[in-house]
């Protein structure tokens, strides 16, 4: 039991101290994702405009 307890803390710890790296991994992750998103909308509105 002490040593699962000892490995909560540890975890903890590493999640305490390297919170805002895993935030600036998410936040590339999601603006990349973003970016592809917006991107395939342009050429869908490039290649087919509506009212033609």
Do not use: C, K
């Not at 002490?2 to 992750?29: C, E, H, K, P």
């Not at 342009?42 to 509506?50: K, N, R």
Request: hydrophobic share 50%.
């Amino acid at each position: 039991m002490q040593t699962i307890q000892d490995g909560y803390r540890s975890f903890s710890l590493l999640i305490s101290i390297n919170w805002d790296r895993m935030f600036y991994v998410f936040a590339i992750a999601a603006s990349l994702f973003l970016g592809a998103y917006l991107g395939t909308l342009m050429i869908e509105a490039m290649t087919h405009p509506v009212g033609y």
